[in-house]
């Protein structure tokens, strides 16, 4: 093989590569979108437009299935090898983790419709600081994966513990709700699970910032990630005073 022709074969690779990364950027950017919407729904008792945020997933879906298209053909026709491979499976395990976000963002939208119609109450606006620390993870670890950043995808990977944190004390506000006031019980438990859609989406981010992690530095992501989500063990789950 001529040189030239080896130069073209390796910025054929890169276009390509190149192309993939955007198509997983903007695969990320639509879902976090998702979850922004899903919370505005919330907040505007909005039946119709949770409905259709929920219908928009099939969007993300699409997107995952062209992803997944794209790495065969490249793994096909490029049969690439170590830091290249790489590249090409961390996409496909990316895209993965973007359509589960995408799913989460749509499972609040379809809570909020029952929510909507029950009386207001004043714990959905903890929802919203939540979708915010989540959006946030997903925004910097989606600019970490396009910069080959690992340094940043290793702060997302360690600072999710502060969305495991609020997660937390927003499962003992409204279990102190649900104990002083019953009739909320059923409202507050579409909270709940809201809410714990939306510490998953973080989970997701700390996966995004492992496979980026690997992917730039071929090694895994070793050490204990602080995980401060105690709602599992009821022992640890202290309730506090109802916020004014």
């Given at each position: ?73 490249l793994l096909a026709l490029r049969a690439p090898i170590a830091g290249d ?160």
């Amino acid at each position: 093989m001529s040189g030239s022709s080896k130069e073209h074969i390796i910025k054929s690779y890169d276009d390509e590569l190149l192309r993939l990364t955007g198509e997983l950027v903007r695969m990320g950017e639509l879902a976090v979108s998702q979850l922004e919407a899903a919370i505005d729904v919330v907040d505007r008792r909005d039946e119709r437009a949770a409905q259709h945020v929920v219908n928009n997933d099939e969007a993300i879906d699409h997107l995952e299935q062209e992803i997944s298209h794209d790495v065969v053909r490249l793994l096909a026709l490029r049969a690439p090898i170590a830091g290249d491979l790489r590249n090409v499976f961390a996409a496909l395990r990316i895209a993965a983790d973007i359509e589960r976000i995408g799913d989460y963002a749509a499972n609040v939208a379809k809570r909020s419709i029952p929510l909507s119609m029950a009386a207001p109450l004043t714990p959905t606006s903890g929802l919203a600081h939540l979708a915010e620390l989540a959006a946030e993870e997903v925004r910097e670890v989606l600019r970490a994966y396009r910069d080959r950043d690992a340094e940043l995808a290793y702060k997302v990977w360690k600072d999710d513990v502060e969305l495991d944190e609020a997660y937390t004390a927003y499962f003992r506000e409204l279990l102190t709700y649900m104990m002083e006031d019953p009739r909320v019980i059923t409202p507050c438990t579409h909270l709940l699970f809201m809410a714990k859609n939306i510490e998953r989406i973080g989970d997701h981010a700390t996966n995004i910032a492992e496979n980026v992690w690997f992917q730039v530095k071929g090694e895994p992501l070793t050490g204990q990630r602080d995980k401060r989500d105690f709602t599992s063990n009821p022992e640890q789950v202290k309730l506090g005073d109802r916020p004014d």
